[in-house]
């Protein structure tokens, strides 16, 4: 942590403009003021203040890292990232990008309810492929689809991996991430989808995984699908992957999409990939897939029954075993709060939380599944320059001792 001076500075600075920000160091110069006889830093020995400061949100971590020399080195050491590691899921961040070109934008925190700025490293445009989880962002570019890099977006730390294999221009990717939050390894899939020549019903599906361990991929599925194809949705829970397909030959609005599930520890589908097809439960305009506490959640943008591209509502399920369970709906006057809602849109989430945010405006929907709350968050400190910018992100979950 020693000379880190990217985004806990950019939020210090982006702070004092929107006047979001209680300086810690305020709250202690207003402690100071009061004659309290002993100060409780010369009490507490050094792994007591650890674990009280490991309960901080991670925003608090960086500032009280400012308070002094001793507090520092504190947060510095590998103890301290040890004890941070066996603290509680902090709660998931938002990123929102804020350019449809540049990768640039802001992070809100859910617990202090703030928004900062920071600069995500390695991503060179906002329309790369993203995956995260327990800490760890993956990007890909969405061009020759071989630029692959795994970061933790708080630290900075980066990683550039090996080139993926099989074809470099497939007509659908879908990208999903795994940390293991004990050993930090991690594994990475990539759905590729390619049209078979001459023939629209039939699709080349292609699955490759990649080991941190091993540091390898391997080719581990190859299939003919006819009648549907892959996009662009996945995500991996509990050592299954899933992912969404979509049917190429018409039909009717319910069985416009599917779900696939694969067996990544055994690397089988247990036959063919489509014998493990769970239907949907009702016709989407678009469909979002998330990793829960290990579950499978998918927020969808539902169709009207008589025109199914025009969105009506959003609905978020569980899948329990192969059937879904609806567990929310969001009410209509979130709906309406976003004014315009496209037929598709942004979401994202994990832990207890799920963040909704429509393409065409800055503001940010959050779900919280333990609670079954709806509440907007903070404004975002954006205004839309322009009636086409575009507005996208997604979720990770803030960690310090987690690297690539």
């Not at 800490?135 to 730390?157: A, E, H, Q, W």
């Not at 939050?181 to 990475?188: M, P, Q, V």
């Not at 829970?237 to 696939?260: A, Q, V």
């Not at 036959?271 to 998918?298: A, D, Q």
Request: negative net charge; aromatic residues 14%; charged residues 20%.
């Amino acid at each position: 942590m020693e000379g880190e001076t990217s985004w806990i500075n950019d939020c210090v600075d982006e702070a004092r403009e929107i006047s979001e920000f209680d300086s810690f160091l305020e709250l202690s110069d207003e402690a100071n003021k009061e004659d309290s006889g002993v100060s409780v830093d010369l009490i507490l020995p050094d792994d007591l203040l650890e674990r009280i400061i490991a309960y901080l949100p991670i925003a608090s971590i960086f500032r009280a890292g400012c308070v002094c020399k001793r507090w520092h080195e504190i947060i510095s050491s590998k103890r301290f990232l040890w004890n941070f590691s066996h603290v509680v899921s902090q709660k998931p961040w938002y990123f929102m990008f804020t350019s449809s070109d540049d990768p640039i934008g802001y992070a809100f925190d859910p617990i202090l309810r703030k928004w900062y700025g920071i600069e995500l490293p390695c991503i060179e445009t906002s329309t790369w492929f993203i995956a995260s989880s327990c800490g760890l962002v993956c990007f890909m570019d969405n061009d020759s689809r071989s630029k692959l890099y795994v970061c933790n977006p708080i630290t900075k730390d980066c990683k550039k991996l090996e080139e993926p294999p099989g074809l470099k221009f497939s007509d659908y990717s879908a990208l999903a991430l795994s940390v293991n939050r004990i050993s930090h390894g991690y594994t990475i899939s990539i759905v590729k989808s390619k049209q078979v020549p001459g023939n629209f019903f039939q699709w080349d599906l292609s699955i490759y995984i990649y080991d941190s361990e091993t540091m390898m991929w391997v080719a581990s599925w190859t299939e003919v699908l006819t009648g549907w194809r892959g996009g662009d949705e996945s995500v991996i829970c509990d050592g299954i992957l899933y992912f969404l397909i979509y049917s190429t030959r018409g039909g009717t609005p319910e069985n416009r999409h599917g779900l696939i599930m694969y067996n990544l520890s055994s690397r089988s589908s247990h036959g063919l990939l489509i014998r493990s097809f769970i239907p949907i439960p009702c016709p989407l305009t678009c469909g979002r897939l998330m990793n829960l506490k290990e579950k499978l959640v998918m927020v969808g943008g539902i169709g009207k029954q008589d025109r199914p591209d025009i969105i009506k509502g959003i609905g978020i399920w569980v899948l329990n075993g192969k059937e879904w369970q609806e567990v929310a709906r969001m009410p209509h006057k979130f709906f309406q709060g976003f004014g315009e809602f496209d037929d598709v849109f942004a979401s994202s989430g994990t832990d207890d939380l799920i963040y909704i945010q429509s393409y065409g405006a800055p503001a940010l929907l959050v779900y919280d599944m333990n609670q079954k709350h709806w509440r907007w968050s903070q404004k975002c400190p954006v205004t839309k320059r322009f009636p086409l910018q575009l507005f996208t992100g997604f979720c990770f979950e803030p960690r310090l001792e987690i690297a690539p």
